[in-house]
């Protein structure tokens, strides 16, 4: 009898450890997007949709970029196809002159190429993180994939802080038709984030650096940049991180009121080589913080 009453305890205890619900889970809406959620509400959205039918369906899926939501999990607070400056969309990555076999396509703007979701090679959740990694294809219009990226985000929440989200977002640019040049200018190129387009029109965009007397158009290598904004009665918060192995020379734009920032290399890339980029982004509600709390992010990004 004994025997059997332990049997079933721990049949049950086996049944029961199988249906807890990790907190965080990743969710995929086919030719779509995926969707991340924390504790049923989602916190971010990577725009996987791809549809060259039209004009515009290609203009509305022509590249790969994530939505980060408020903290109710209610809408983005990151910005997508249409208003001002439809190419930048929430956090994403490109190079306005991507050159190659002596041409040059533009994967800022999209003109001559377009980022191709292809597949999720690995995803991961648990109660502390989401980890999730794609393939992308950066192919030009007439059919040759020129990058393979393979690019991983994690996310996460921050307990008990001004912000309410992390965002790892570490990429792998592949060449595969031949060397790759990535060029542009700051303000075409890199890794960026743009705020709801909302912030074009309140033009509430304001900017933080690491020091005093910091002048983003001309100092290079920045560790990195916070800036806060407000969509309509909230004040949020944006800390974008460079890692130190990104490429030397990279330049922030950080001064624009609708609220576009991000940084940028000129980098190249021999052919069947990969270049690997780790940025981090921190999101928060409220009022900016001081720089300390910043440097303190970026100290723990880094292992510094």
Request: proline share 3%; aromatic share 12%.
């Amino acid at each position: 009898m004994k025997n059997t009453i332990k049997s079933l305890l721990i049949t049950l205890i086996i049944f029961l450890s199988g249906n807890v619900q990790a907190a965080f889970e990743v969710k995929e809406i086919p030719e779509k997007h995926i969707d991340v959620k924390y504790e049923g509400k989602v916190i971010a959205r990577v725009m996987t949709a791809y549809d060259d039918s039209t004009k515009e369906t290609r203009h509305e899926t022509y590249k790969v970029y994530t939505h980060v939501y408020d903290r109710d999990g209610l809408k983005p607070i990151t910005k997508g196809a249409g208003g001002q400056f439809t190419h930048h969309r929430g956090i994403f990555i490109g190079w306005s002159k991507t050159k190659f076999s002596g041409k040059s396509v533009d994967s800022w703007h999209m003109k001559g190429c377009d980022q191709v979701y292809k597949k999720i090679i690995k995803s991961n959740v648990d109660d502390n993180s989401a980890s999730l990694t794609i393939l992308i294809e950066w192919v030009t219009s007439d059919g040759v994939v020129f990058i393979s990226e393979e690019r991983t985000q994690v996310f996460q929440i921050v307990e008990g802080s001004e912000a309410f989200l992390e965002v790892d977002f570490n990429t792998e640019l592949k060449a595969l038709a031949a060397d790759i040049e990535l060029n542009g200018d700051p303000e075409h190129a890199g890794c960026q984030f743009r705020p709801s387009n909302e912030v074009s029109k309140n033009k509430s965009a304001k900017y933080l650096f690491h020091k005093e007397e910091v002048d983003p158009k001309k100092d290079r290598d920045l560790p990195w940049v916070a800036e806060s904004f407000k969509i309509a009665d909230q004040m949020y918060f944006a800390q974008h991180m460079s890692h130190p192995t990104i490429p030397k020379g990279n330049i922030y734009s950080a001064y624009r009121d609708y609220g576009r920032f991000g940084a940028y290399f000129v980098s190249k890339i021999s052919k069947n080589e990969s270049l690997k980029l780790n940025y981090k982004f921190v999101i928060g509600n409220g009022e900016m913080p001081d720089r300390n709390y910043f440097n303190s992010r970026y100290k723990a990004f880094t292992n510094q």
